[in-house]
């Protein structure tokens, strides 16, 4: 049978450190509410991304709309539509409208040139996306917040252990959001946290992700429940100890598959700013047509090479939000029709990338372009 290749696999720890990890869990019974596990965590994280104080929660989607709901903000937001489902879900369910920003075609991330235009005096806030971990204009950004009074939240779910000019990119924006879903580079199986350094806004979160209670007679929020339990923090404490090395790993074999696309007619790269990289993924532009990067997608899935077409099709696109009008964004859409990404995570072999670059050659066929 022909092993089948993904465009990413969880990073696990050895077993027997996760179970030394959760043993005492049987003992203290305690597997919820903010536990020790959990508490160790998120100090353990905040050094480790030498960032502002960081909360926790179950997942990163909550953790987004936990932000939101804290910054208590109502109008628009700019933000962009070249990006998971949970980016734009998030600002809609909190009752905000989204405005979309076209993004750049270096890098996929929102176009800063562009957002002034875009501001209303309904705009409250600028949403980007650290796309594919690939660092946000943030100073660009944070210059047009500070002019407009915008509130900045990063969704940094692709950006975990990235630096801009050796800065942690959590210390940019009001807030910033990690995601810790099993795909991401940092797992804690589900989870998510956000960063913030002002701390009332800390203190709305912190009740907001467990109910509104602020002790065990008062409750003064309508909140939700979004707390991390004991079992996913003992995973991302485990996690933590390895991240480095499989950040390592990634980062030869994405120089591998680099050095074999750069040999190829009908392949661009995108390019990244950031001082330190996680090689969270590995995307790739196919030359032409949606009709070609569908078809080379279709002949690697035919080989058992699993790659994706991530992001497609853009948020601003969704059925759900069909009944809406948004403004084009033309090279979103482009990107969103030639992006292929390609296997990329610690497990996978330098024999395995050349495969795939080989199977990647052979799928575009004859070289020409828009075919």
Same mark, same amino acid.
């Given at each position: 049978?022909? *092993? ?58 909550? %953790?987004? !709309? ?7 903000? !109502? ?36 176009? %800063? ?17 650290? /796309? ?18 915008? *509130? ?9 252990? /990235?630096?801009?000019?050796? *800065? ?21 199986? !589900? ?17 907001? =992700? ?35 090395? !499989?950040?390592?790993?990634?980062? /030869? ?5 680099? =050095? ?12 990244? =700013? ?5 090689? %969270? ?17 279709? *002949? ?37 029709? =030639? ?13 395995? /990338? ?18």
């Amino acid at each position: 049978m022909m *092993k089948k290749l993904t465009v990413t696999q969880p990073m696990l720890p050895l077993w027997e450190d996760f179970l030394r990890e959760i043993q005492d869990l049987w003992e203290t019974h305690q597997l919820a509410n903010e536990g020790p596990k959990h508490q160790r965590l998120q100090k353990a994280l905040q050094m480790y991304l030498s960032c502002p104080p960081l909360l926790l929660f179950s997942h990163g989607h909550q %953790a987004l !709309e936990c932000a939101w709901e804290a910054l208590a903000l !109502e109008g628009e937001v700019i933000t962009t539509p070249y990006t998971f489902s949970s980016t734009t879900h998030a600002l809609v369910r909190k009752g905000l409208k989204p405005v979309f920003c076209d993004v750049c075609p270096e890098d996929a991330t929102m176009d %800063a040139s562009l957002i002034e235009a875009l501001i209303t005096p309904d705009t409250v806030a600028i949403f980007p996306v650290h /796309v594919y971990g690939h660092v946000c204009d943030v100073e660009a950004i944070g210059r047009l917040a500070q002019r407009y009074h915008l *509130k900045v939240i990063y969704d940094a779910a692709h950006a975990f252990g /990235v630096e801009y000019q050796n *800065k942690s990119i959590a210390c940019y924006g009001d807030i910033t959001m990690f995601s810790f879903h099993a795909t991401k580079v940092f797992h804690t199986l !589900e989870g998510g946290a956000l960063v913030c350094a002002e701390d009332e806004v800390l203190k709305r979160l912190a009740l907001l =992700r467990n109910f509104g209670i602020e002790d065990q007679e008062h409750v003064v929020a309508v909140g939700t429940n979004a707390k991390m339990n004991e079992m996913q923090a003992a995973m991302g404490l485990c996690n933590l100890n390895i991240v480095d090395q !499989e950040m390592a790993k990634r980062k /030869v074999l994405a120089e591998q598959y680099e =050095r074999n696309v750069r040999t190829m007619q009908g392949i661009d790269l995108f390019r990244r =700013r950031s001082s330190k990289h996680n090689y %969270a993924y590995m995307p790739v532009l196919v030359q032409g047509t949606k009709n070609r990067r569908d078809a080379v997608f279709t *002949k690697l899935r035919d080989e058992g090479i699993l790659v994706r077409k991530y992001f497609y099709p853009l948020t601003s696109e969704f059925a759900c939000y069909h009944q809406e009008s948004y403004a084009a964004t033309p090279i979103a859409k482009s990107l969103s029709e =030639r992006v292929l990404a390609l296997p990329l995570y610690g497990d996978l072999t330098l024999d395995e /990338v050349d495969w795939v670059c080989y199977s990647l050659q052979k799928a575009l066929g004859p070289n020409t372009y828009g075919s």
